[in-house]
């Protein structure tokens, strides 16, 4: 071709869209950077495109087409496509759920590729950074992150879009799907470090030959062919079982950061390539034996680390997996049928056989039974459901068939909330890991520096020991462990209170409630079982006390109000009344075998009897102007509350006790339970005023309540706890929330959280010490390359296992 003809080309490529072919409007003048070369787009959707396709490292699309395709939707790569359909409302319903006002959403995502505790931070600093991203958190341990956007600024798929642009490829939580990757995830690493196993121990019988052959002599061409066998054995097994190690480094390089895989795959590259030198140029020292070994012990510390990254997020797939995939679903008809479990609708009808567990949270129709609910709350008994009752989606039903009515599917169930929260509060890091990120972040970079400084000492003043000394410092100084102290602990410590039914929602609720000096309870709800019970029942006519509840209950029988509640409670069994009737300041009416009777107001004149219990709550059983009996009904103390106030004060904790209550049934209930600081009658705002000045005093406050009116204490307080029967405001208010009944495992909550804090503590102090140890005597040339790998594993490893001991309880 001529350079007229070639001119010619030029410009006629330059008149049109690089992306879709079509002319180039005048005035236009968009680009995109493909390969190294500009090239002219059409429009702000082509630019928009072309550079989605450059980002996510899709420019195959471009290099490997033949024409410019005809149809819009072949624009596009495929992998680019398929992202879109997260855009759909209909998709998005079973994975996305709103979160607050306007179009904010909230979804659980799986990434995968991420290696290291630096592959997290760079992708919650890459992705927090987009524009209409509110929230961006990833658990390390189980590799899932919990996303929050504002879809009127982003969408969904150009976030997944970003995140693959880096590298790493996201997509909606499945629990089955995160099980399949967990074990490609498995296999992927086995392979590895069994090609790098093999490979090493080859080279290894090699180098023992040279090594001797340098004491007792060997002829140069047996030491050329060993070196040249060495080398055919050692750069594959570098090439495919270090590769992991050179694709993230590669990608962190990429993105103008230094990660953790850096040090490692330069140290790797370097040894390789210098002994591939030495070989062709026949002297000088090889290194096969070390860099193959040092690749191996890197992946087996990987292995293991894995491993036990694996069994730290173990509650949380459990969590995750206990639906049923399929439910017994009753038509309108009355017919059964077996549907996915994804299928059930609010509303349906299911039948739970003994044995099964219950598809979605549910209210019991017909049939009686006991359920097992330990997974979800920690509660080691089974609890007696009945027709009214409700059911926990997860929970097992243990004796006999129940009809349910579906309540809530999906995102909005309790098991849903449950590994949501756990997940949010795994992802959110304590201020002392922000520290650990932070120094981890600086350290790769200062260890460059210092390996150029001692590369230049040595090469001034012994070069033939230069490249395994920079080796050895390269390797062993990577901070791994000290990405690792705190998620690792973190993660142990949930898991462990979240199988006891106490589920951590917020990363710093640990390290604060560690360092908590002041407990604060409410009353109803927290310290008692904020219902009314039956305490005395005071017959005063021929009657005994059991015939005139049975009276009673029998009159209240269908109430809703709180006394009549407690009154059939007490009574077990009712007999029927007839011409029931409610008058309202008076109580309730009936009769029964042609006497009327009522439960309520006493007649004018008549007081109730004077009680040693305290403030409790008289009721009337009378006939006409006679009163038969007086019940006495008060809200009971927790049994387990009087243990868990004394096992704070052992703790060396300030107990308090803040009630709305009448002071005289706070004081009563106070003194029950042990509680020496006590005051009632408060208000909600008055409660505040009180916890603020506790705060103002120098004290950290955990403040433990749950209803609609402990919301704005348990905002204010440093670390609040809010109990599993309580409101959902409170939930959301709250850093734990006590989904199990005993009030025994705060006192257990604030023992691990000490304990998570002093092996947080630990892990960071011995990566810390290590480091400072380790690299001196790298410097010194004390260490060789394959000795450093084993350090610096060994490292990582003792920083997973001193994490794992909150795992075991120990």
Request: one cysteine or more; aromatic letters at 6%; charged letters at 20%.
């Amino acid at each position: 071709m001529s350079e007229q003809d070639s001119t010619e080309a030029a410009s006629v490529d330059e008149e049109a869209c690089f992306h879709c072919g079509l002319p180039i409007p005048a005035g236009v003048r968009l680009r995109v950077t493909v390969d190294g070369a500009s090239h002219p787009l059409c429009c702000h959707g082509c630019q928009a495109v072309a550079q989605a396709i450059v980002d996510a490292g899709l420019t195959d699309y471009y290099r490997h087409r033949t024409s410019v395709p005809k149809r819009a939707e072949d624009l596009i790569p495929a992998q680019l496509r398929g992202l879109d359909l997260y855009d759909r409302a209909d998709l998005q319903r079973s994975f996305v759920r709103t979160a607050g006002e306007g179009d904010v959403r909230e979804a659980s995502l799986i990434l995968e590729g991420i290696v290291c505790a630096a592959c997290v931070w760079l992708n919650e600093r890459h992705v927090s950074g987009l524009p209409g991203v509110i929230e961006f958190r990833v658990n390390y341990s189980t590799h899932r992150a919990q996303l929050r956007w504002d879809d009127s600024r982003i969408h969904l798929s150009e976030i997944l879009r970003s995140i693959a642009a880096i590298g790493y490829v996201a997509h909606p939580f499945d629990p089955g799907r995160q099980e399949a990757l967990q074990k490609q995830e498995r296999a992927r690493a086995l392979r590895r470090l069994a090609v790098a196993g093999l490979g090493a121990m080859q080279v290894m019988m090699l180098a023992v030959a040279m090594y001797a052959g340098d004491w007792y002599g060997m002829d140069l061409q047996w030491r050329t062919y060993f070196r040249w066998i060495s080398l055919l054995i050692a750069v594959p097994t570098v090439i495919y079982s270090g590769g992991a190690f050179m694709a993230g480094a590669w990608r962190d390089l990429k993105l103008g950061r230094l990660g953790m895989d850096v040090p490692i795959t330069l140290a790797i590259v370097l040894a390789t390539l210098a002994s591939i030198w030495f070989t062709l140029m026949g002297g000088g020292e090889v290194y096969y034996d070390s860099v193959t070994m040092f690749v191996f012990f890197l992946l087996s510390g990987r292995f293991l680390e894995m491993a036990a990254r694996h069994r730290c997020a173990q509650v949380s797939e459990e969590l995750s997996r206990i639906l049923p995939a399929t439910a017994s679903r009753i038509d309108a008809d009355g017919n059964e049928e077996v549907v996915a479990v994804a299928e059930l609708a609010t509303g349906d009808h299911v039948r739970v056989r003994p044995g099964e567990t219950v598809p979605a949270d549910a209210t019991i129709l017909d049939g009686c039974s006991s359920v097992d609910e330990s997974l979800l709350t920690g509660e080691s008994l089974p609890s007696p459901r009945g027709s009214g009752d409700q059911v926990i989606g997860g929970s097992v039903n243990i004796e006999s068939p129940l009809l349910i009515r579906v309540d809530t599917v999906g995102t909005e169930t309790v098991l849903s909330s449950i590994v949501r929260l756990l997940d949010r509060a795994q992802g959110e890091k304590p201020r002392i890991a922000a520290l650990a990120d932070r120094l981890a972040a600086w350290f790769v970079a200062t260890q460059l520096l210092i390996c150029v400084a001692v590369g230049a000492w040595w090469w001034w003043h012994d070069p033939a020991h230069t490249l395994p000394v920079v080796l050895s410092v390269l390797v062993v100084t990577c901070p791994c462990a000290l990405g690792l102290a705190t998620p690792a602990a973190v993660t142990a410590a949930t898991g462990a209170l979240t199988r006891i039914g106490l589920l951590t929602t917020r990363g710093h609720a640990l390290e604060t409630l560690a360092r908590a000096t002041h407990v604060v309870f409410d009353k109803t709800g927290t310290l008692t079982f904020g219902r009314l019970q039956l305490v005395r029942t005071v017959p005063l006519g021929q009657r005994s006390g059991e015939d005139c509840l049975k009276i009673a209950a029998a009159l209240e029988c269908g109430s809703e109000h709180p006394v009549g509640q407690a009154l059939v409670d007490a009574a077990g069994t009712a007999l029927v009344a007839a011409e029931v009737s409610n008058t309202p300041g008076l109580g309730i009416e009936g009769s029964l075998d042609g006497v009327k009777y009522r439960v309520g107001r006493a007649p004018a004149g008549v007081e109730p009897p004077a009680s040693a219990e305290g403030a409790l709550t008289w009721v009337a059983l009378s006939s006409g102007p006679e009163v038969l009996a007086w019940f006495g009904l008060a809200d009971r103390l927790r049994p387990d509350a009087r243990a868990t106030v004394d096992a704070l004060h052992a703790a060396g904790l300030q107990v308090y006790l803040l009630s709305g209550d009448r002071p005289q049934a706070a004081a009563l209930i106070a003194a029950d339970a042990g509680i020496e600081h006590t005051e009632g009658g408060l208000m909600p705002a008055d409660k505040l005023v009180r916890l603020q000045g506790l705060q103002a005093g120098g004290a950290v406050v955990a403040m433990v309540g749950d209803g609609i009116n402990d919301a704005p204490v348990l905002a204010a307080a440093n670390v609040s706890i809010a109990m599993g029967s309580g409101t959902q405001l409170a939930h959301a208010s709250a850093d734990m929330i006590l989904i199990s009944s005993s009030l025994e495992h705060i006192a257990t909550g604030v023992g691990t959280a000490r304990k998570t804090l002093r092996i947080i503590r630990q892990n960071l102090l011995w990566a810390l010490m290590y480091n400072a140890i380790a690299l001196p005597a790298a410097a010194a040339g004390w260490i060789t390359p394959w000795m450093s790998a084993i350090g610096m594993s060994a490292s990582s490893l003792l920083v997973v296992a001193n994490a794992l001991r909150l795992r075991a309880g120990r």
